[in-house]
């Protein structure tokens, strides 16, 4: 009968450990060394590569704000707000050309509404106001557009049926030259004498657009789409600035429609 001393295995096991325990710490000295080594190799190509600086930063940051500009549609076209092809993806190449994209507010100056608050949030410093809006509103949100617009040029508008705007006097729009009317909108309140051009698309009937016409006095461009030409005999709209005169108007006879229409004394195309 054999007998097994407890003792004696235990201090087998402790060898056991303590052998593999200075296995491992040479182990680790032999990696601690290598990586001092290549850390010291490292070193002096990192500093060759932080000293090095790509040509296009070292543009100043006016020049590369400026490319930017180029690189979105021309205004006041909408980029998108997502994608290669929106402002965003600049702020994605590296930090300074984040800082300068996020520093530049006409890259952000033309959005879609849909996505206000996120494209607005890189310009929260610049002042916001319309000076090219395109909307399609149902008719109850047409009367929201009521206060001052000083700097608005252009305005494009679809409403869903038929609709009239309040009285709205000539000053709170002084500068709009350009207005696009799409569906069965009144042009009651807007300045009309002071338009240069005016598109009308879907407009019926002929009394919609025809009083309009008639205080356009500085028009130089008219475009009626798909509208309605059948006017009362003897009804002309004299336009002495007209010079581009453009009638859409499937199987009809556009040209007596628009000697019907309009008297165009300075009309080029």
């Not at 491992?24 to 060394?33: A, C, P, V």
């Not at 040509?55 to 980029?79: K, R």
């Not at 610049?126 to 305005?155: C, F, K, R, T």
């Amino acid at each position: 009968m054999s007998y097994s001393n407890p003792d004696s295995k235990a201090a087998q096991l402790r060898a056991t450990d303590r052998a593999h325990v200075v296995a491992i710490d040479t182990q680790i000295h032999e990696l601690q060394e290598r990586i001092r080594v290549l850390q010291t190799e490292r070193e002096p190509c990192q500093q060759r590569l932080d000293a090095y600086r790509y040509p296009v930063l070292t543009l100043p940051n006016e020049i590369t704000s400026g490319i930017f500009l180029h690189f979105i549609p021309p205004y006041p076209a909408c980029p998108p707000l997502r994608g290669i092809a929106s402002p965003t993806s600049l702020t994605h190449i590296c930090r300074k050309w984040r800082e300068i994209a996020l520093t530049s507010p006409r890259l952000w100056r033309a959005f879609c509404t849909g996505y206000t608050a996120h494209h607005l949030a890189p310009s929260p410093h610049a002042p916001i106001y319309w000076q090219h809006v395109q909307l399609d509103l149902a008719a109850d949100d047409v009367a929201l557009i009521n206060g001052p617009m000083p700097l608005l040029e252009s305005l494009c508008l679809d409403v869903d049926f038929d609709y009239t705007h309040p009285a709205t006097t000539a000053r709170d729009f002084p500068r709009l030259r350009s207005v696009a009317l799409y569906g069965g909108i009144h042009g009651n309140w807007l300045p009309i004498s002071q338009l240069t051009s005016l598109t009308f698309q879907d407009v019926e009937p002929t009394n919609y657009y025809l009083p309009i016409l008639q205080e356009a006095v500085n028009l130089v461009r008219l475009h009626l789409i798909d509208c309605d030409t059948d006017v009362p005999p003897q009804t002309n709209v004299k336009l002495d600035q007209l010079q581009t005169l453009v009638l859409v108007r499937p199987y009809e006879d556009v040209e007596g429609a628009a000697c019907q229409i309009v008297m165009k004394p300075a009309l080029a195309d």
